[in-house]
Each structure stands twice: as structure tokens, then as C-alpha cells.
């Protein structure tokens, strides 16, 4: 419920402090006053566009202040996600200042937002109607989320809301592996391929140095065979190293049978002799176990030039070939893995169709039976406000599947006989418009969780016992909330439980408006002044009196 609200510099208003009641606040006033202006500054603290144009003349920046109080839970859970702070006594203050620089400073509870966070606050605690409103009622997009409240499909439609937008994510993936599942083919074959030669290969690291090495070798076969042989006759000779060796060693065991001196040195050469008997064996073992083969060679030649075109292919050494092969096995599991997904996701596709269709055909059947009794209460409401002949239709057309369902509903209004109900947003009259959104503002009061209902000039064009009717039926909502109403009419500020009068002054060439409460006779004179239209008589003060003596009456 909006409590007060404190504005300066907003167009003719320097500075005015309001303060609001529950139940039914009406503000009077002559034409150019400045109602209008007092609802454009509520328009501003809620976060709704507004421009510099608004900043009275002559001032650099202009700001407003809004408190209130008992606020939902719906709207303390959206403060607790934007992560503002609670006010000790369970009030919200949204503040807004404009400059003429082009800056917007907002605030909620005196954190630092943005407007659309105010904006977004704003829209679950007032809801503004003006004589043209183009807001929530008159908006057919809006007008399914009214008849769900009234069939109470809140639960079923987060249920259905959840199983669409899984059915969406399914279908995106799908489409998404359907536009790639040709060309993914055809990469399976190529890398099925790849795998294979690279595979049947048997490609070893470092067998490429190896063979070559071996190549070297075979190709110097002739020197190699021939040092070695040479090798081994300068060892075992008749003549040779190892002969002279053992020779030598001999000589020495003899003198050191008899020179003790000379036995390390025999045994030094004695061990000598040992290791050149090996070595000689050695190399008459690399002589013998030498074997020429130039098969071998053509073999190591083709192997050699067959893994020289793996490496043109797949990488310039053996583990670069190696790598690639787990790449194409790791990328052939995943499209074949997606290939499996796609399997998967078609079942699934066909689970959640059928489901939807389910939750969809249960949501149009819950939204036409609630339609078909809000459409006698609408009709009930505007025949008691003064429209007999009225035609109140709740249009349903069927539609392709979206996150609301497959209805398309739209109010229609038909307010003469003879004539085709037509959108609510095409009705010509504004008395009549008025009257059909009070009408169905009244009926969906009970589903509604917004505090503050205000109604701009709801009164033109109207008149005589629809104006009476308008009268009664706003005193009636506002027994369940908050009811602004901006008015003409003497009849609705006869109703009210707060009266605010608002004055235009010019004082020095600059104009000045000023908002004041109204006591029991301050009212009977603007209700005289608004019912006469010019001086003031007694009688006509004397009638005000009674006309709010008589609302009082009706209200108890």
C-alpha cells in the first residue's frame, strides 16, 4: 500500500508531501492543476520512461519519493534477490531523481538500482488505469495470465512451462545434430579409414631411426665384414696381438718363479690375455653371426618409404602418427556417442510431445471453464454500471505451441446490440472503456496481489447513474485494497476515505501547484464546486454535505 509520496521540481510542482489511506483517496482539482503531473511522478518512481521534459522550469534536477508499507511476500522475495536490505518496520521506500544532464539516480530502501530493477518492483505494487490505459488490461498478451489466475493454473503451468522448455532444448540439440549428421557421415568413413592404415601399420616409436640405422649397416656390409676380419687377424694370428700376449705373460710366470718382483706384472698381462681371448671371440662371433641379406634391405627400404608417407599424411615422426590415430579414435567415439544421442533424443522428443499435448489440452480446458464464469461476472459488473446491452467475450484461438500453451485469448466487447464484440483496446467511448476496466478490474480483484489500484480520470464521459454506479463499485474494491483515483466527478469524492485537493497559483510569472487534505468541510465545499461548476452556493454546499453523509451511511 502506498503511504506517502514526496515530490519536487516535477513540472508545476515544487515541493508537496501526500499522504495516502487505505481504502478510497481521490484527488480533485481544476483542469491544469497538476493531477496528471502527481501521477506522471508516481509513473517515475515506479521505473517507467519518462525525460528531462518532466524537470520543472528552471531547475536543474527533479526527485521522487514513494513509502510504502505491508508489502507482499511475492515483492519481499524479488528485494531479497536483488539483495536489498530490509526496512526495520517491513516498509519500501523507491526513490528516483532526474537531472537535466540526463543521469537517473534510483534507489530502493536507499540501495543504488537500475530503473529496471525499480521497474520491475514497481509492477507488484501499483497498478496505474488511465481513460487510454495500455497497460495490463488492455494488452492481450496479457489477458490469458488473468484467466489462469481465476482457474488457479498456477501449479499446472510452471509444470507445463517446465516440460516445454525441455521439449525446446531437445528440439535445438536434435536440430542441431540433424544439420551436422550428413557431413558427420562422411567424416566417419574418412576417419574409419585413417584408423585402419594407421592401425594395420604398426607404426613403433623410434622404428623409423632404427631401420635406418639398419639400412646404413647393410649398405656397408662389404666394409664392415672386411674390418672385422681384419680385426681378427691381427688378434689371432700366428704373429698377432694375442699370440704375443700369451707369449709375453708366459715369459713373465717363468721369471717370477724365480723374481718375486716380476709376478704383478705377470699377472697384470696374464689378465691382458684373458680379455683379448674374449675380445677375439667376440669378434669372431660378429663375423660369423653377420648375415648380408638383400631381401632385408629391399624390405627395410619399402618400410622405410611407407612409413615416410604416413608421416606426409599424419605427422612428421611415429608419435606424431600415434597421436593422430588417438585423435580420430577419440573423435569417431564422440560421433558415434552422438549418433546414439540423437537416438536418444528422438525418444525422448516423442515422450515429452505427447506430454505436452497432455498438460496443454488440460490448461485450454481449465482456461475455458474459468472464461466461461468470468464472463458473466464481467457482464454482471458492467450491467450494474449503467450497461444493459453489453457483450463481454473471452476469445479463444488455438495456436502453435508456446511457453503460455496453445491458447491465444483476447478480451472482446460488444457495448450496443447489433454490433460484433471488438478488442477492448479498440473501444472508442472512454466512459465506456472506463467502466469495462473497472468492471473487470473488480472481478479479478480477488486473484490480484496488487496492493494499489489507480484509476486516472476514470470518470470521463461519464455521467448521471453510471457515475453513481462508477462511485459505488470503487468504494466496493477498495475494501479489499488501496483505490488513487484522480476524478471529476462529485459522486466518487462524495466516496472517498481520503480527499486531496490540488491548486494551481501563479506567483511572479512562475506557476505553483499545492496538495492538501481535505477535512468533512473542506470536502463539502470541492464536491459543491465540482457538482456547480462556478460560485459556490449554500444550497449547493448544503447538498455536498448530504451526498457525504449519504456515502458514509452506504459505506457502514
Do not use: W
Not at 537535466?100 to 536507499?110: D, E, L, M
Amino acid at each position: 500500500m502506498l503511504i506517502g509520496l514526496k515530490i519536487g521540481n516535477i513540472a508545476v510542482i515544487e515541493s508537496a508531501e501526500l499522504e495516502f489511506d487505505s481504502g478510497l483517496n481521490v484527488m480533485t482539482g481544476e483542469t491544469g492543476a497538476g493531477k496528471s503531473i502527481v501521477i506522471d511522478a508516481i509513473n517515475a518512481v515506479l521505473g517507467e520512461r519518462t525525460s528531462r521534459e518532466l524537470i520543472r522550469s528552471g531547475a536543474e534536477s527533479a526527485s521522487v519519493y514513494a513509502s510504502f508499507a505491508d508489502i507482499s511476500e511475492e515483492t519481499q522475495s524479488i528485494l531479497d534477490d536483488m539483495g536489498v536490505e530490509k526496512m526495520p518496520d517491513n516498509t519500501l521506500v523507491l526513490s528516483r531523481s532526474l537531472s537535466t544532464s540526463g543521469k537517473n539516480s534510483c534507489r530502493i530502501n536507499g540501495c543504488p538500482v537500475t530503473v529496471s530493477a525499480l521497474k520491475e518492483i514497481g509492477s507488484g505494487l501499483i497498478n496505474i488505469h488511465g481513460q487510454h490505459d495500455s497497460q495490463a488490461l488492455l494488452s492481450p498478451d496479457k489477458h490469458c495470465g488473468f484467466i489462469d489466475s481465476l482457474a488457479e493454473n498456477a501449479e499446472l503451468r510452471t509444470e507445463y512451462r517446465q516440460v516445454f522448455t525441455n521439449l525446446v532444448s531437445v528440439k535445438k540439440e536434435l536440430d542441431s545434430l540433424y544439420d551436422t549428421r550428413d557431413e558427420k557421415a562422411a567424416r566417419l568413413d574418412y576417419l574409419a579409414f585413417q584408423i585402419d592404415e594407421i592401425t594395420a601399420a604398426d607404426v613403433k616409436i623410434g622404428e623409423r631411426e632404427a631401420l635406418s640405422k639398419e639400412k646404413e649397416l647393410l649398405q656397408h656390409s662389404g666394409k664392415v665384414i672386411k674390418a672385422l676380419e681384419n680385426a681378427y687377424s691381427a688378434l689371432r694370428s700366428e704373429n698377432g696381438i694375442l699370440t704375443g700376449v700369451e707369449d709375453c705373460a708366459g715369459d713373465l710366470e717363468r721369471a717370477a718363479e724365480y723374481y718375486d718382483s716380476a709376478e704383478n706384472a705377470a699377472k697384470g698381462i696374464r689378465g691382458i690375455a684373458y680379455e683379448l681371448a674374449d675380445f677375439t671371440a667376440e669378434v669372431r662371433g660378429l663375423i660369423d653371426g653377420f648375415d648380408y641379406n638383400p631381401e632385408r634391405l629391399t624390405a627395410i627400404n619399402e618400410r622405410l618409404d611407407f612409413l615416410y608417407r604416413l608421416s606426409m599424411k599424419y605427422g612428421k615422426d611415429e608419435e606424431d602418427i600415434l597421436s593422430y590415430l588417438e585423435k580420430a579414435q577419440k573423435e569417431k567415439n564422440e560421433i558415434e556417442i552422438s549418433d546414439e544421442r540423437i537416438s536418444e533424443l528422438e525418444e525422448k522428443l516423442y515422450a515429452l510431445s505427447d506430454e505436452i499435448k497432455i498438460l496443454s489440452a488440460k490448461l485450454t480446458e481449465s482456461r475455458m471453464k474459468a472464461a466461461a464464469e468470468f464472463e458473466k461476472s464481467v457482464k454482471a459488473e458492467l450491467e450494474f454500471l449503467d450497461m444493459p446491452k453489453v457483450t463481454f467475450v473471452v476469445d479463444r484461438k488455438q495456436t502453435a505451441l508456446t511457453s503460455k500453451g496453445a491458447d491465444a485469448i483476447e478480451f472482446l466487447i460488444s457495448a450496443n446490440p447489433g454490433q460484433e464484440p471488438r478488442p477492448i483496446a479498440k473501444i472508442a467511448s472512454g466512459g465506456e472503456l472506463s467502466r469495462i476496466m473497472l468492471a473487470i478490474k473488480n472481478v479479478l480483484s480477488d486473484k490480484d496481489n496488487i496492493g494499489t489500484l489507480i484509476f486516472d480520470e476514470i470518470d470521463t464521459g461519464v455521467s448521471g447513474s453510471a457515475a453513481e454506479k462508477i462511485a459505488l463499485k470503487l468504494g466496493e474494491v477498495s475494501k479489499g485494497r488501496q483505490v488513487i483515483c484522480v476524478t471529476h466527478l462529485a459522486r466518487i469524492a462524495a466516496q472517498a476515505d481520503c480527499h486531496m485537493k490540488i491548486m494551481k497559483s501563479v506567483d511572479e510569472n512562475k506557476t505553483y501547484t499545492k496538495i492538501e487534505p481535505l477535512d468533512f468541510e473542506g470536502r463539502a465545499a470541492e464536491i459543491a464546486r465540482i457538482s456547480g461548476g462556478g460560485n459556490v452556493t449554500a444550497l449547493q454546499l448544503e447538498t455536498a454535505r448530504e451526498m457525504l453523509l449519504s456515502a458514509k451511511e452506504k459505506s457502514l
